[in-house]
């Protein structure tokens, strides 16, 4: 890979803005589907969310491969359309096992797009803006996250579970012509005579890197803890609070307005690598008890208010902790790298699901989210100073 002489805002934020309403799109179907499933109780949900994640655990490899082999103008089209066939089928009446086929072809062309996007920051932004590269481009993410909820609340709520599917499918094809459109491509490097590629050097790689190592480690244990949350909130806010589908969606809200404002300021602002690592630290820790606050919430309002903060705290693991792992990873190898880093995040995602599953059934939500709050916040304070240590070190260095 040549690198970038000047940092390329302009196509940055176009692309992040295309990819933002494919995530708004993705976000009006989780939700319908959440809202569709609700009433077969938490084992249904947490079944949902298990048959999405998969994809990303079961193909990464071979998805990290294919990133790093074939150009953006050859994936992102074929597997866009692929995922919005998927999509379009799921709005009709289909039974409940052709439902879960259909969400996990969709999510698996995801898992391929995925780190294909991920290769063309570095070749847009120079390495001293990535972190603000990312920021950027979380900005508008988190538009997508601040809009999605709200808008499927209203539909949901005033149109049913039809008309989300098809909006989600329309904005999957429109991102089929994006590379086209912002003539953005990264070309694959040839391999040298006799090489062949490693489907697995994404997870050599994270293994064999003292930091990512130790940062894959760190936010395994936290998703792990904190994604008991996905199962259980929709239950918390409607059964225990009294809130309906406007409501969930106002909550979801509240995370993304968080989300989008922290990254604005993580966007706009250049600081040192020093700082970057002081923030993340900060963030990190602030989110691993977010869950146990949201579990003694006494209504919806304050469950918002924490969501807000938890919100604002995930946006620097999104740009500072992904940018850090960007500016650690060889351009060849980063497709790879990041679909083995989005693997294990799933599974430890998909093993706390299963698990709340059964245990948001057996003891309780708000019982379930404390106990998850104080298993993360425990996590972070085990593993984040290795993480620190191990920045610093090349902090120093440099």
């Not at 302009?10 to 309403?21: E, H, P, T, W």
């Not at 996250?145 to 709520?157: E, N, R, T």
């Not at 690598?273 to 209504?299: D, H, Y």
């Amino acid at each position: 890979m040549i690198a970038p002489t000047k940092t390329q805002w302009g196509k940055i934020q176009a692309l992040a803005l295309a990819r933002a309403f494919s995530i708004l799109g993705s976000q009006l179907t989780v939700f319908t589907l959440v809202f569709r499933e609700k009433e077969a109780g938490p084992a249904a949900i947490a079944t949902l969310f298990i048959v999405g994640t998969l994809p990303a655990i079961l193909f990464a490899p071979w998805a990290g491969t294919i990133a790093d082999r074939f150009s953006t103008k050859q994936v992102v089209p074929l597997f866009s359309i692929i995922g919005a066939s998927a999509i379009f089928t799921l709005s009709q009446d289909v039974d409940h096992w052709l439902m879960l086929t259909l969400l996990f072809i969709a999510n698996t062309c995801q898992s391929i797009i995925g780190p294909t996007w991920g290769k063309l920051t570095p070749i847009l932004a120079m390495k001293e803006d990535i972190g603000r590269a990312m920021g950027t481009i979380q900005s508008y993410f988190a538009l997508a996250g601040l809009a999605g909820p709200f808008i499927a609340g209203i539909l949901v709520d005033r149109t049913g579970f039809v008309i989300t599917f098809m909006i989600d499918a329309a904005l999957t094809v429109m991102i089929a012509f994006i590379p086209f459109v912002l003539n953005l491509n990264h070309e694959p490097e040839e391999l040298a005579a006799g090489e062949k590629t490693r489907a697995t050097e994404g997870f050599r790689f994270l293994m064999k890197s003292p930091l990512l190592r130790s940062l894959v480690i760190l936010v395994f244990g936290l998703v792990f803890c904190v994604s008991v949350i996905n199962v259980g909130d929709v239950f918390l806010i409607t059964e225990e609070m009294g809130g309906n589908a406007f409501i969930y969606g106002l909550v979801g809200t509240s995370f993304a307005v968080g989300m989008l404002l922290s990254n604005v300021m993580i966007g706009k602002t250049k600081v040192t690598l020093t700082k970057e690592l002081q923030i993340l630290g900060i963030g990190m820790g602030i989110l691993s008890v977010s869950g146990a606050f949201v579990g003694i919430s006494p209504n919806y309002w304050v469950v918002m208010v924490i969501w807000f903060i938890a919100g604002a705290a995930n946006a620097t693991i999104n740009s500072y902790g992904v940018g850090m792992m960007i500016k650690e990873t060889p351009h060849e190898v980063q497709g790879r790298v990041f679909a083995a880093f989005g693997a294990l995040i799933s599974v430890a995602s998909i093993s706390s699901m299963g698990i709340a599953g059964l245990a948001v059934g057996a003891f309780g939500v708000r019982e379930v989210f404390v106990a998850s709050g104080i298993a993360a916040a425990a996590a972070f304070l085990l593993l984040f100073p290795t993480v620190y240590k191990e920045q610093m070190k090349i902090i120093k260095a440099s």
